[in-house]
């Protein structure tokens, strides 16, 4: 395994541990070395954004939940297994919502009208 690798395995460990630790009543947001963690739980789902210090929470706490209510059109009623079975489209989808970690494309039509466009490609004739 290489060096980022391990460096990224031990980082995801550590947030992880970190966030399930976390009582279920506790703000979403928490400071990680020097950055901020923006968690949203959904069901049995845990999603995180690492931001800088100068970015808003709010912002990115909405940026997780209009990912997940993509995800949710998409997928139907979307679980674990979706995503564990879907994730190219799961990150198709991130990547059509998001670009360089800024919002690329806000309606939610738009971006799951090119993932049903992508899957029209990709079917076999």
């Known amino acids: 395994m290489s060096h980022y690798q391990t460096e990224k ?6 947030l992880v541990r970190t966030i399930l630790a976390r009582k279920p009543k506790m703000c979403s947001f928490l400071g990680w070395r020097d950055l901020k963690i923006v968690y949203k739980r959904y069901v049995s789902l845990y999603f995180c954004c690492a931001i800088e210090n100068q970015d808003n929470e709010l912002i990115t706490l909405e940026i997780i939940h209009h990912y ?27 990547n059509e919502f998001l670009l360089g970690g800024e919002v690329q494309e806000t ?16 079917e076999p004739r």
Do not use: P, W
């Open 68 to 94: 997940v209510e993509l995800l949710d059109k998409y997928l139907g009623s979307m679980c674990e297994l979706d995503i564990i079975f879907n994730f190219e489209k799961a990150y198709f989808i991130l």
């Open 9 to 14: 395995t031990k980082i995801t460990r550590e």
């Open 107 to 122: 309606s939610k039509k738009n971006v799951l009208k090119a993932t049903e466009h992508t899957d029209l490609l990709q």
